[in-house]
């Protein structure tokens, strides 16, 4: 099945088709809860129904959304999906509820709404368990024939094996004579002399070039067969991008990262993302008020009144400029008795009992949006890391100093894509989603990250 590309994002049209079958099932909802309700004979008023059908349709689709209900990243089985479409109902219900007070001309009648939602319930549940089987049927995945079998085509199999998220299926590598074979032979296919003969034999749709030295190498003219014939070519870092939604560092050289589309950042771009920052983050702020004030006061009595209720510590911002980020005190206060800077870990015995909480709550982080309004952050990037853990990660993980070229974020794509990192190697798995973002970064992903963040606080996935 294809992969969409929405202002530089990709998307897999499986999700696209989802979100779509959502809408319309939720409109006829509400179409048909006023239509049952009417043949009972109660009164119910249906001027303007279509707008109040795709308000309705509109925020069913968001708080899915905000339940990772059009991840690639399916949810756990039946009881997952379930689990899932029902908190996003009930968070449905609290937002039209805001929707009628604000707007009351969208206010539909409470009988409609919740005969409507009765509807929508089932229908849902059918409709994500049809997709679910629907997409994970290997007939439906395209066809992709690697040209390569050196190192660089060993990497990408390595990630195809591994990674649980590719929408295509790789059914064979192919041998260029100068390649020394990194792959077996069970694993190969033919050679670069019958490429685009055996493309058409094998009914592939695309070729992927994972090929590490190409400089009079490549097939050129059965590559372009292929292309006339309608195989695409792709290349094999743009390959593992759009199937993984990562930058893959295996594959990855500098002059890719000059000469391919994105890393592009317009002035426009960067006033609307500040005035998106400064709302998202002081609307945010006035809401969590309540909340922060509970938690300090936790923190306070925890300490016997004694500890501080902040933590402030330096991070490496946009272009290495070196701020102090603002965080609810966690843990003890000597967690760093020696001054030697520790990653968190899980169980970690420095953390408190309050701070289990609201770490696992993502409360620890309400602070930041002070970071935010004040600009050394954004809502949406890269997390910020300390300097001295910036200065080893350089030494050892190419590429890493390209995430501070923007600003740290209080969420980002590689939250929604990785779990909580703690390591050398957690760190460079977070830096190529990093990347991916800095590189497709645009309002639209912002807005898709923002609204998918809600399920990674509410499920708790990667807090420690």
């Not at 792709?234 to 593992?240: E, K, L, N, V």
């Not at 909340?291 to 016997?304: D, F, N, P, Y």
Request: glycine residues 8%.
């Amino acid at each position: 099945m294809p992969t969409l590309r929405l202002f530089r994002h990709y998307i897999p049209a499986s999700a696209v088709f989802l979100v779509i079958a959502d809408f319309v099932l939720a409109m006829a909802a509400l179409h048909g809860s006023i239509s049952a309700l009417q043949a009972f004979g109660t009164d119910v008023h249906s001027l303007g129904v279509e707008w109040k059908a795709a308000v309705f349709g509109g925020v069913m689709v968001l708080c899915n959304m905000a339940m990772g209900l059009y991840q690639t990243r399916p949810a756990e089985g039946v009881v997952g999906i379930f689990v899932r479409l029902l908190i996003g109902l009930v968070s449905a219900m609290v937002v039209l509820a805001l929707l009628f007070f604000v707007f009351p001309s969208l206010l539909v009648g409470r009988s409609v709404l919740v005969v409507a939602m009765a509807i929508w319930m089932p229908m849902a549940v059918m409709n994500h368990l049809v997709f679910t089987g629907f997409v994970d049927q290997a007939a439906l995945k395209r066809r992709v024939l690697v040209l390569g079998a050196g190192s660089t085509a060993k990497a990408l199999a390595e990630l195809h094996e591994h990674q649980g998220r590719f929408r295509s299926k790789i059914v064979g590598f192919v041998r260029l004579s100068h390649e020394s074979p990194a792959l077996s032979e069970a694993q190969m296919v033919g050679s670069g002399g019958e490429l685009a003969e055996l493309a058409a034999k094998l009914d592939v749709d695309e070729v992927v070039i994972a090929v590490s030295e190409r400089r009079n190498t490549l097939p050129l003219d059965e590559l372009l067969d292929c292309k006339s014939k309608g195989i695409d070519v792709i290349d094999g870092t743009t390959f593992i991008e759009r199937e993984t939604g990562k930058v893959a560092l295996e594959l990855l050289s500098p002059g890719w990262l000059v000469f391919s589309d994105g890393f592009e950042d317009s002035h426009a771009s960067r006033i609307a993302r500040r005035v998106l920052d400064v709302v998202a983050a002081g609307s945010l702020l006035l809401l969590s008020l309540p909340v922060m004030a509970v938690t300090a006061l936790a923190i306070l009595v925890e300490s016997g009144f004694k500890g501080p209720i902040l933590y402030r510590q330096h991070r490496v911002g946009e272009n290495d400029r070196i701020f102090e980020v603002m965080k609810f005190r966690s843990m003890r206060v000597d967690a760093e008795l020696d001054g030697q800077p520790r990653w968190a870990h899980k169980n970690d015995d420095r953390v408190t009992r309050v701070g289990r909480i609201i770490r696992r709550a993502r409360i620890d982080e309400l602070p930041q949006l002070f970071n935010v309004l004040k600009g050394d952050m954004g809502f949406v990037g890269p997390r910020p890391e300390r300097p001295e853990f910036v200065e080893m990660l350089r030494g050892s993980i190419p590429f890493y100093g390209e995430r501070h070229r923007i600003k740290p974020g209080l969420t980002g794509w590689a939250q929604l894509c990785y779990p909580y990192g703690a390591s050398e190697k957690d760190a460079a798995e977070k830096l190529q989603f990093d990347l991916y973002y800095l590189k497709n970064r645009s309002i639209f992903l912002d807005l898709l990250i923002l609204i998918q963040t809600v399920e990674v606080v509410l499920f708790g996935r990667g807090a420690r």
